[in-house]
């Protein structure tokens, strides 16, 4: 069976890896590096694990899963393919970029360990079939990514932005705990299928609380209006490689969160459905006001514009978009939603991955230390153009074509006629504010000059080139021909709006 290897391939590998590395001494006494081997096995993990979620839905009997009791504890159709991959692509990527970027840096194996770790349990958030295979596949990402925050333990501030983010991450875990226990205690089950059949949700004036508990719980994860106090913190201190996760894959599982609250739980009721979007709408429109304010707070500091720092709010304003198009309330916008996860994981996870690179090159995170460094590296100056551009919504690019598509859907969603074009003149606006804040990135770090002290060349690490190269022309491909991929959501989709 395929389903249960996309869980326990990754936790295999990571108890592996883990084994290497309390293994080191001995391995050194038989002239085997064991650095050298936890490289080699990671990205022969993590590319398997990506094409085997590739190949999946079309190995034979796998479609047929869906014919299982609806009690089951997990789920594995074309939607759950499309995630896991996404995840399992940026995971690949982070681990081939860790080659050069972790060298001689100590706990190798643990770090990886802790990186599929988190893969398993996203795994099974996504394809979790209850509240409770949610919340177990929910507390162990949770887990490793508290651990992988904290990694560089001796850099300064690092453990203080992981115990931040594991207060407020716990807080939330907190509330989705007792949702799902209020759940369970008046409608009896946690099963998704089995609320979204019952009659008591429609009548009970408790479901409305129930599930303004959930979103708040999972809307911490997602970096939600006035829960993303954790984010700028966890990104500064994190290495680049886990912030290239953190903004990919973590905080799109809390947006996935309400989605399967919404319109899989409690989604049996269309009154339900309509009054939840649009408290859903609306939430992600202040998130993104929020997140753009944020973000020129940045370039207004004087002790220290950090670039991470930027890119973490910048992901709040993406994370409002990716919520607006669940608020939509229609198969197009829930589609829309989950391609711009898609895109944004791209274009975010290359831009922290490059951050990575420049850091290292510089020795800074201060934006002001950054100037003119497109022009000393021309690699530099054209993936962060790619990657800015993408998330600016720049035609030819494929965060143009999925903001595109959040916005037609909230012009053509199941609001008001003039609250939807209310919700598309202020997703406009956000979009234009922060597509302002990438162009000034864009022209001080590219187009203008160097200072003098720093004209040489940047020489960029063979294997970080790779993982930023393929990223950029994902990007590209997705810009140029958007529409198979969109169609294939849709059809993920569709069955819940059949």
């Known amino acids: 069976m395929i389903l249960p290897l996309i869980l326990i391939i990754p936790l295999a590998g990571a108890f592996l890896l883990t084994l290497f590395e309390q293994l080191k001494r001995y391995l050194g006494k038989i002239k085997i590096d064991s650095d050298v081997l936890n490289h080699l096995f990671a990205n022969i993990l993590a590319l398997g694990i990506f094409i085997l979620a590739i190949l999946s839905y079309s190995?034979?009997?796998?479609?047929?899963?869906?014919?299982?009791?609806?009690?089951?504890?997990?789920?594995?159709?074309?939607?759950?393919?499309?995630?896991?991959?996404?995840?399992?692509?940026?995971?690949?990527?982070?681990?081939?970029?860790?080659?050069?970027?972790?060298?001689?840096?100590?706990?190798?194996g643990y770090y990886y360990a802790l990186i599929f770790t988190l893969l398993s349990g996203l795994s099974t958030v996504v394809m979790a079939n209850n509240f409770f295979t949610l919340f177990v596949g929910w507390e162990l990402f949770a887990l490793s990514s508290y651990a992988l925050v904290a990694f560089d333990r001796l850099k300064r501030g690092a453990v203080e932005a992981s115990l931040k983010y594991f207060i407020m991450s716990t807080a939330g875990s907190s509330f989705v705990l007792l949702g799902i226990?209020?759940?369970?205690?008046?409608?009896?089950?946690?099963?998704?299928?089995?609320?979204?059949?019952?009659?008591?949700?429609?009548?009970?004036?408790?479901?409305?609380?129930?599930?303004?508990?959930?979103?708040?719980?999972?809307?911490?994860?997602?970096?939600?209006?006035?829960?993303?106090?954790?984010?700028?913190?966890?990104?500064?201190?994190?290495?680049?490689?886990?912030?290239?996760?953190?903004?990919?894959?973590?905080?799109?599982?809390?947006?996935?969160?309400?989605?399967?609250?919404?319109?899989?739980?409690?989604?049996?009721?269309?009154?339900?459905?309509?009054?939840?979007?649009?408290?859903?709408?609306?939430?992600?429109?202040?998130?993104?006001?929020?997140?753009?304010?944020?973000?020129?707070?940045?370039?207004?500091?004087?002790?220290?514009?950090?670039?991470?720092?930027?890119?973490?709010?910048?992901?709040t304003v993406h994370l409002g978009f990716i919520v607006l198009g669940i608020g939509a309330g229609t198969e197009v916008g829930i589609s829309a939603s989950i391609f711009h996860i898609l895109t944004h994981s791209l274009g975010k996870g290359s831009l922290f991955l490059l951050s990575g690179t420049i850091i290292a090159a510089i020795g800074s995170r201060d934006l002001r230390e950054m100037k003119g460094i497109g022009r000393r590296s021309p690699f530099i100056g054209i993936v962060l153009t790619i990657g800015l551009l993408s998330l600016g919504g720049i035609p030819i690019t494929g965060g143009f074509a999925s903001k595109l598509y959040v916005i037609l859907a909230i012009f053509n969603g199941n609001h008001t006629e003039i609250m939807n074009i209310l919700l598309v003149v202020l997703a406009i606006i956000n979009a234009v504010l922060a597509l302002g804040g990438y162009l000034y990135i864009l022209k001080f770090i590219v187009f203008d000059e160097p200072e003098a002290k720093g004209e040489e060349k940047l020489k960029i690490p063979v294997f970080e080139a790779i993982a930023l190269i393929i990223m950029v022309l994902v990007i590209i491909v997705l810009g140029v021909w958007p529409t198979e991929v969109f169609n294939q959501i849709i059809q993920a989709i569709g069955n819940l709006f059949t």
């Open 181 to 315: 226990a209020l759940t369970y205690g008046i409608f009896g089950s946690v099963d998704f299928a089995t609320l979204r059949n019952s009659t008591a949700i429609t009548s009970n004036p408790l479901t409305g609380f129930i599930i303004a508990i959930f979103v708040i719980g999972f809307g911490g994860t997602a970096a939600m209006l006035f829960l993303n106090a954790w984010l700028p913190d966890a990104h500064s201190h994190a290495p680049s490689t886990i912030s290239a996760l953190l903004s990919g894959m973590v905080v799109k599982a809390g947006a996935y969160g309400i989605y399967r609250t919404v319109f899989w739980a409690f989604g049996g009721s269309n009154d339900i459905v309509a009054s939840s979007s649009v408290f859903i709408s609306w939430l992600g429109i202040l998130t993104m006001f929020e997140g753009n304010l944020l973000v020129f707070a940045q370039f207004w500091r004087k002790d220290i514009i950090d670039f991470k720092r930027i890119l973490a709010y910048s992901t």
């Open 59 to 108: 190995i034979a009997g796998l479609k047929n899963l869906n014919t299982l009791p609806p009690d089951r504890l997990l789920e594995f159709d074309l939607l759950q393919v499309i995630l896991i991959s996404i995840f399992a692509f940026l995971v690949w990527m982070a681990v081939l970029f860790s080659i050069n970027y972790m060298k001689d840096k100590g706990g190798l």
